[in-house]
């Protein structure tokens, strides 16, 4: 009799646990309470936009959620959503989501691309030229820590970076840079797209650049 009494105390608390940690929804996503990262004494902000945006959450299942406002944590690499008043970080297998300014601009993130770097198949890009070649841009927030001249106390910031790979269409993942050589390299042209940059004076020199190169590409527009 005790022994059963026990399992049911250890059944009950476990049930407990599990309820509290994760939030199941009717429109099938869930999530757990979100722990701020932006919590502290740290200045600056862990988020892509301070703001909650409305967005569309498309699941790895192919299931489309849009009643939710969405932000995403680019320290934790979290991508969260409101919920009565409260911020939950989604549990459920995400393929991408996209996030629309109150200007209407809309910001596509895409995840389950190869590893690369310290990146895996979890880590969220931004797709900012979206076609069979995509351009991604990956945004991390890191937190660095400092002292100011004649002072003890330590300053604890995010400091963002910013990185951009191309994404093939057989899905090989390459970085590159602000830089025509590593792009026509990762794009693997065979001469065609720089002499086509030539002819358009086009110089990469910005995040722009790339996005018009990759675009150019996807068109068909280094063949002419």
Known sequence: MKTFILFI?????VTTVSAQSSLFLADRVSGNLYKNSNAGDIQGSAFFKEDWLPGVIYLGDGY??????????LYSNELLFQHEGQALAVVNPVKEFVLTSPLGAQYLFRCGYMPIDVNDEKTFYQVIANGPTSLLKHIRK?????????SAATIKEFITTESYFISQ????????????????????????????????????????????????????????
Do not use: C, T
Not at 9 to 13: G, Q, R, T, V, Y
Not at 64 to 73: I, P
Not at 142 to 150: A, F, L, P, S, V
Not at 193 to 220: G, H, Y
């Open 64 to 73: 489309r959620a849009d009643k939710f406002l969405l932000k995403l944590d």
């Open 142 to 150: 890191n937190i660095n820590e400092r002292k100011e001249y004649g």
């Open 9 to 13: 105390s250890i059944f009950m608390a």
């Open 169 to 224: 269409p057989k899905g090989v993942i390459l970085k590159v840079k602000k830089d025509k050589r590593s792009l026509l390299d990762a794009l693997g042209d065979d001469g065609k797209m720089e002499a086509w940059m030539a002819k358009n004076k086009i110089k990469i020199k910005s995040e722009q650049d790339l996005v018009n190169v990759v675009n150019a590409w996807n068109q068909n527009l280094h063949k002419n």
